[in-house]
């Protein structure tokens, strides 16, 4: 057996959001916000019409949580803040005390327990007042979501250190505002998902300044934003072709936000010219993907204090001929799958724990060597779950090999890790047929019990021993 240590202090967590744990969706208070609206139409765009209004009733049955996360002995949670339960119409006119309470209960709770907060300021759910007066698509948003952060700051950061703005900026841009199959389903092929993006950089942008001027002094916290990307390989290494669609497939996903914030405030070339190359043709007398002013990218870029990374799995890229106004037919590139990879609960979710790896170092050499938290990583089981997941367990232990091997042989500064997630939860469209959880919830029960998977009880010694045992 060898024993593979993580370095000193290496941050051991598991990650939730708001709307896919709280329920509470109406109490005390709370604004709408919307995931309320759209789980309540119905029309089948959830897995049997379910909805949040209940999910784990981590509202009030926070403290069931912390018992889990003091079963696993974690270090850090990550959870996020239910903007309209914290300011029910959107903006700081009217702020709502008992969402205050709430998180401030939860904070002052884990930090008593020695676990270090990472919170989330945007996880999928907009308020609905915002949303109605365009949400992401529109450049108002900026200033609202600024003046969140500044709240969030202000009320917290004398308590919380580490911050991320927003959640997966590209899954929520793509599959809300393009596809329209997320919240709030108002999709625009080829428009929406890059004004969404767009108004996302420059509110992520004036959220990391509003704390670096005010806040950052005093309460010498850090903020950044969670970007989440697959792996990608070309589908033939020797294919001319294929390698150029894999590299425009990690452009439009990764570079599109990193390349911003961590380089240079500016889209890579290669989308800027694509897609105005395309609006060109389509009649359009400007592009697509909207430009930043000089001001503006002098604003976004450098503003993130560390890298956090997203990463489910991996895709082999060929390229793409599609035509009409989409992200995808710009980006001209499609991922599929390797037949060979296990499927992990979920049709989308291959397990590819080297493409972690691969996907570390190539943030490292390419963003400026950055530290690196994996702020999300995790497999599901489909309905009904067993909790001997030693298979299961077995995908989180190689996908761990790999991380060590970025810190050990690639020197990638990996500084901790978050299992996504602590809890089986409401998982957007798939509702609760997929479990991604550490532990498992009963739904069916009024009290909502959580008992720890086999991988729960397995990760409780990593954290513990600060090491991995591999066979
Ligand atoms: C991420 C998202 C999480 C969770 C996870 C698993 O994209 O941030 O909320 O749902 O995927 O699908």
């Known amino acids: 057996?060898?024993?593979?240590?993580?370095?000193?202090?290496?941050?051991?967590?598991?990650?939730?959001?708001?709307?896919?744990?709280?329920?509470?969706w109406d109490t005390d208070g709370k604004g709408r916000n919307i995931w309320d609206t759209f789980t309540h139409q119905g029309g089948d765009r959830v897995f049997k019409n379910q909805t949040g209004d209940v999910a784990c009733g981590s509202y009030t049955l926070w403290e069931e949580d912390l018992k889990c996360i003091k079963q696993l002995g974690l270090t850090h949670y990550r959870f996020s803040l239910s903007w309209s339960r914290l300011l029910p119409d959107g903006t700081t006119g009217f702020i709502n005390q008992k969402g205050v309470d709430y998180y401030n209960k939860l904070i002052d709770a884990l930090l008593t327990m020695n676990v270090t907060p990472l919170v989330t300021l945007y996880h999928f759910d907009m308020p609905q007042a915002i949303e109605d007066q365009g949400g992401w698509t529109s450049e108002k948003t900026v200033e609202v979501f600024e003046k969140y952060a500044h709240f969030c700051y202000s009320t917290f950061g004398d308590r919380v250190k580490l911050w991320i703005t927003i959640n997966e900026p590209y899954v929520f841009s793509k599959l809300s505002y393009e596809q329209g199959l997320l919240a709030p389903g108002k999709g625009e092929p080829g428009v929406g998902a890059y004004q969404s993006g767009h108004n996302m950089l420059k509110a992520h942008a004036k959220a990391w300044h509003t704390y670096n001027t005010f806040f950052k002094e005093k309460q010498k916290g850090l903020v950044s934003i969670a970007l989440d990307s697959d792996?990608?390989?070309?589908?033939?290494?020797?294919?001319?072709?294929?390698?150029?669609?894999?590299?425009r497939y990690l452009t439009f996903r990764l570079h599109w936000f990193a390349k911003p914030i961590f380089i240079d405030g500016d889209y890579p070339a290669v989308m800027k010219s694509e897609i105005s190359r395309k609006s060109k043709a389509e009649g359009l007398t400007t592009s697509r993907l909207p430009e930043f002013t000089d001001d503006e990218k002098s604003m976004i870029k450098g503003t993130a204090d560390f890298f956090c990374l997203n990463y489910y799995t991996t895709r082999k890229v060929i390229p793409l001929k599609q035509r009409g106004p989409s992200y995808d037919s710009d980006m001209g590139a499609e991922g599929i799958k390797d037949p060979e990879w296990p499927e992990s609960g979920v049709e989308w979710l291959a397990v590819v724990p080297w493409g972690l790896r691969k996907l570390l170092a190539y943030i490292k050499d390419t963003f400026g060597d950055p530290n690196i938290y994996i702020t999300e990583n995790g497999f599901a089981q489909s309905d009904p779950p067993i909790?001997?997941?030693?298979?299961?367990w077995g995908y989180f232990q190689e996908t761990l090999v790999e991380v060590l091997k970025a810190i050990n042989q690639d020197g990638v500064k990996v500084k901790g890790y978050f299992a996504w997630s602590l809890l089986d939860n409401f998982e957007w469209n798939s509702g609760y047929s997929i479990r991604f959880g550490l532990f498992h919830v009963d739904f069916?029960?009024?009290?909502?019990?959580?008992?720890?998977?086999f991988s729960a009880i397995q990760y409780a010694k990593v954290v513990k021993g600060n090491e991995l045992i591999s066979k």
Not at 3 to 24: D, K, R
Request: with cysteine.
């Open 1 to 24: 057996m060898d024993s593979l240590q993580f370095p000193e202090s290496f941050a051991w967590g598991a990650a939730t959001a708001a709307y896919q744990i709280e329920g509470g």
């Open 444 to 453: 069916n029960q009024p009290n909502l019990p959580r008992t720890p998977y």
């Open 387 to 392: 909790l001997q997941d030693t298979h299961r």
């Open 231 to 247: 792996w990608a390989e070309p589908l033939d290494p020797n294919s001319v072709d294929d390698k150029e669609a894999c590299e």
